[in-house]
């Protein structure tokens, strides 16, 4: 099966009579991959055999890959969604494995992309903002503050998270832009202080919102 060009799988795959036979298809065999070099036959199966799961399958292969060059032309091409049915994990895993690449890739298509100047950044990026600063992700967060994520989404949770895992220069990032160590932070100071992180806890107190205790 895999050794089958792309124009012969895609007429197998039409004439296929079960849904499962046609979903094992498209997870096992990497012919598929290689399709993505015939878009005509890529819009046309997908067209006539949308399996959600089996297309946002191919947005984490590319992803996990490192390869944007496929992201984008699954997105653009073969015309899956960018947020992957609203789970919006394309950007959320870029955004934990520090892919600023990726992730300013993303944030070109919908629903991403602002629909006029000015307008709110979609929910999704504060979120992902949290995580990057979780990981530790300069560069990630970097990106997303420049396309406006909220630094005070969740009760400042990137700040939080950022505290928590130790990611000094993080830290030092989103309180530049705005974050603040107020009371939902506490956590974030007992755990500095507690690790000898000695870096992290005088920004916090630095900053004002926490008193020394």
């Keep these: 099966m895999e050794s089958l060009p792309p124009p012969i799988l ?4 039409l004439l296929l009579p079960s849904l499962a036979s046609l979903r094992a298809l498209l997870l096992t065999s990497r ?8 878009p005509h036959l890529l819009r046309d199966f997908l067209r006539a055999h949308y399996r959600p799961a089996a297309l946002h399958a191919l947005l984490y ?16 091409t073969a015309h899956i969604p960018a947020h992957a049915g609203d789970s919006h994990f394309p950007l959320r895993r870029a955004a934990a494995l520090n892919r600023p690449g990726t992730i300013a890739l993303l944030l070109t298509f919908p629903p991403y992309s602002p629909k006029h100047p000015g307008a709110s950044p979609h929910a999704a990026v504060s979120v992902a903002l949290a995580i990057a600063a979780e990981a530790g992700g300069r560069e990630a967060v970097g990106v997303l503050l420049r396309a406006g994520a909220d630094v005070h989404y969740g009760g400042d949770a990137a700040l939080r998270m950022a ?8 830290v ?12 939902e932070n506490w956590a974030g ?3 500095a202080r507690k690790r000898g992180w000695g870096g ?9 919102g926490l008193d020394a205790w």
């Design 200 to 208: 992290i806890e005088r920004m916090l107190l630095g900053q004002g």
């Design 61 to 76: 292969a590319a992803i996990e890959s490192h390869d944007d060059a496929k992201l984008q032309h699954l997105v653009t």
């Design 31 to 38: 012919t598929l991959h290689a399709s993505l070099s015939h």
């Design 172 to 183: 030092r990032m989103l309180l530049a832009a705005g974050a603040e160590a107020g009371a």
């Design 10 to 13: 895609h007429q197998i795959a």
């Design 163 to 170: 505290c928590v895992k130790g990611h000094e220069g993080v």
């Design 189 to 191: 100071l007992r755990v």
